[in-house]
């Protein structure tokens, strides 16, 4: 814990280090993807070792200096990185997993990088191809389907047994953490009045007051239950709370109106002989962890789907990357006969002013096709060539045979302006 909260940054801390990027040798891209369980960094290196150099100096601004944190850092590169940053936009790699958090903070850290112009073409490629994955694997999966915490878990089977929970009313002993996020669950499953009841007043009004519920008097708490749908305790009482013979009385009041009690206390706070009164349905927290293994084991059966999908799209991006290397050339050399074929048509268009619009419209489908075709071969084989031993050959005999260099140096500001603007696409 201590040393996540060393390396736990803000939004504004990381765009006031990623705006600087620039003053780090080695990196062309970087986005920080920091939660209260993780923090990494993706980024765009020109050489590993100097990379990782620089985002320790990088890492050690940001924290300013101070314990040397090497101990706990671990390393991706290329395409172990890609899978690494796939499986956690798609909550495989999260504490609970399937949760549904985590791919809202990939976004947002890749926000953060663009917002500060730290990222790169590569970093834009991997992070919407990662933020596709996520949504994907959440799509055709059923991996945050089910509930995964005791609480949760509580609420989804009230929510079941009642018919849902709109418009119902709950009472809660005690004002702990597992009463407030049972609460919260409760409030957002629909619940319209929750009342709290704990034997220090103050803590119940605090839980009240965070929860829009109301605080009532512990001693006083069975005859709100008379009302409600929903009972939850969870006080870490030694005793008993809600005792048989006063569950009695309160569906003889009730007239045996059904209500759900909800026991996810430590020891237990209802006594158990109330699950054998008629009206009343009672689930303990042994039970609600039976619901919680079930849950996660479904969720590891749709795991492995989710880590098909991963697979599937690391190799698509990968084999999009090995073109990245060709596309400003490829950009180049389109753009030069782009500019060719137009000047081409202005020619002819002023010498056959009499042409119908239809003819027109044929004449500059004619030219494109016929750039088209004669580029489709020599495209071909350079994509053709991306990871193998002729790649640099055939990038030098394109540059060379089109004259692609030379436009920087000797063509028109209006090609010049081009090809800056193609290159950096």
Request: glycine content about 8%.
């Amino acid at each position: 814990m201590e040393v996540r909260e060393r390396v736990s940054f803000s939004r504004e801390e990381l765009r006031s280090g990623l705006v600087n990027l620039g003053e780090y040798d080695g990196l062309s891209g970087l986005v920080v993807l920091s939660t209260c369980n993780r923090t990494e960094f993706y980024a765009a290196v020109e050489d590993h070792e100097r990379g990782a150099e620089a985002l320790r100096q990088f890492l050690n601004d940001l924290t300013q200096g101070g314990q040397d944190l090497d101990e706990y850092l671990y390393t991706y590169t290329d395409e172990e990185a890609v899978t690494h940053l796939f499986r956690v936009a798609a909550s495989l790699d999260s504490l609970v997993l399937g949760e549904g958090q985590i791919l809202s903070q990939v976004k947002e850290a890749y926000a953060i990088a663009r917002e500060a112009g730290a990222t790169s073409t590569g970093l834009n490629l991997l992070f919407h191809r990662a933020i596709a994955v996520g949504k994907r694997v959440r799509t055709e999966t059923r991996i945050a389907y089910r509930s995964v915490s005791v609480s949760y878990a509580a609420v989804e089977l009230a929510a079941a047994s009642l018919g849902g929970l709109g418009g119902c009313s709950a009472l809660i002993f005690g004002a702990g953490k597992m009463a407030e996020l049972t609460a919260e669950h409760l409030r957002s499953h629909g619940i319209e009045t929750i009342y709290v009841a704990n034997r220090h007043l103050e803590r119940a009004e605090r839980l009240a007051e965070h929860i829009g519920g109301e605080a009532i008097p512990f001693d006083r708490a069975m005859e709100y239950a008379v009302g409600v749908d929903v009972v939850v305790t969870s006080t870490g009482a030694p005793h008993y709370v809600v005792k048989a013979w006063e569950a009695r009385r309160l569906m003889a009041r009730r007239h045996g109106k059904k209500i759900f009690f909800i026991d996810i206390a430590v020891p237990r706070d209802v006594d158990p002989d109330v699950t054998n009164i008629n009206g009343i349905e009672l689930y303990n927290i042994d039970a609600l962890e039976a619901v919680v293994d079930e849950h996660l084991g479904e969720r590891r059966e749709e795991a492995v789907k989710a880590e098909r999908i991963v697979q599937e799209d690391v190799a698509s991006l990968l084999e999009r990357f090995k073109y990245l290397s060709f596309q400003p050339l490829m950009a180049l050399l389109s753009g030069r006969c782009e500019r060719i074929r137009e000047r081409e048509i202005k020619r002819v268009s002023a010498k056959l002013p009499d042409l119908s619009e239809e003819e027109e419209r044929q004449v500059e489908h004619m030219s494109r096709m016929i750039v088209r075709k004669i580029l489709r071969i020599p495209m071909m084989k350079l994509r053709a060539s991306a990871g193998t031993a002729d790649e640099a050959f055939y990038i030098a005999a394109m540059r060379s045979l089109f004259k692609l260099d030379a436009i920087g140096e000797t063509g028109t500001s209006e090609q010049r302006h081009n090809h800056y603007r193609y290159a950096g696409k």
